[in-house]
C-alpha cells in the first residue's frame, strides 16, 4: 500500500525556520509530480509548492516564494520543504501530495503541524 508520512511540523518564532519531509513508500509506479499544500486554522486549502520527476522542475505560490524551498532525494523517496522567514500566516497543517497522470493515482499524507508564533 502506497502512503505518504510528513513530519518536521513543530512550534517556530517568527523569522525561524523548519524542514518538513515527506516519506514516500510503497510505490510502485514513481509519482509524476509531488506536491505541497498546507490548510489555515479556518480550513481553506492552499497549494504551496511543486516538483517534478523529470528534471525536477519547481513552482512555487506566490505567498511563499523566496522563502520556501521544495526538493527531492530519490534515493532515500524523500521530498522536503524548506521554510525560512517563517511568517504567522504560515501557522497550518502541511500535507505531501503525490500524483501520477500515467497511472492514475493521487495520494495525500497524514499531515504535520505547523505553528508560527511569538
Do not use: H
Not at 501520477?100 to 499531515?111: E, F, I, L, P, T
Request: with cysteine; charged share 20%; aromatic share 12%.
Amino acid at each position: 500500500q502506497a502512503q505518504l508520512v510528513e513530519s518536521g511540523g513543530d512550534l517556530v518564532q517568527p523569522g525561524g525556520s523548519l524542514r518538513l519531509s515527506c516519506a514516500a513508500s510503497g510505490f510502485t509506479q514513481s509519482p509524476d509530480t509531488m506536491r505541497w499544500f498546507r490548510r489555515t486554522p479556518t480550513k481553506e486549502r492552499e497549494w504551496v509548492a511543486t516538483i517534478t520527476t523529470p528534471g525536477s522542475t519547481t513552482g512555487y505560490a506566490d505567498s511563499v516564494k523566496g522563502r520556501f524551498t521544495i526538493s527531492r532525494d530519490n534515493d532515500k523517496s524523500m521530498v522536503y520543504l524548506q521554510m525560512n522567514n517563517l511568517k504567522p500566516e504560515d501557522t497550518a497543517v502541511y500535507y505531501c501530495n503525490a500524483i501520477s497522470v500515467r497511472w492514475s493515482y493521487n495520494y495525500w499524507g497524514q499531515g504535520t503541524q505547523v505553528t508560527v508564533s511569538s
